[in-house]
């Protein structure tokens, strides 16, 4: 997928855990850990809200697009 989420970087940037982060913004660790890895097909705009409150970012700090194949999906 040609988007990549860098959740784990400004994790790392505001010395923060998975845990304190879906506590924040009211998500199970394992839904963070599913976006967090890439693996998720979708995320709601008050969730990446609610993530760029708690990380105070904005959401491009959060997702990027990457030039890519994408012919397979």
Do not use: H, Y
Not at 21 to 37: M, Q
Not at 38 to 55: I, N, P, Q, Y
């Amino acid at each position: 997928m040609p988007i990549t989420v860098d959740i784990d970087v400004m994790l790392a940037r505001r010395k923060m855990s998975v845990g304190e982060l879906a506590d924040r913004v009211g998500i199970t660790p394992a839904n963070l850990a599913v976006l967090k890895n890439g693996r998720a097909k979708a995320v709601r705009f008050a969730t990446l809200a609610a993530l760029c409150e708690a990380l105070e970012c904005q959401p491009g700090d959060l997702l990027r697009w990457e030039a890519g194949d994408t012919a397979g999906e």
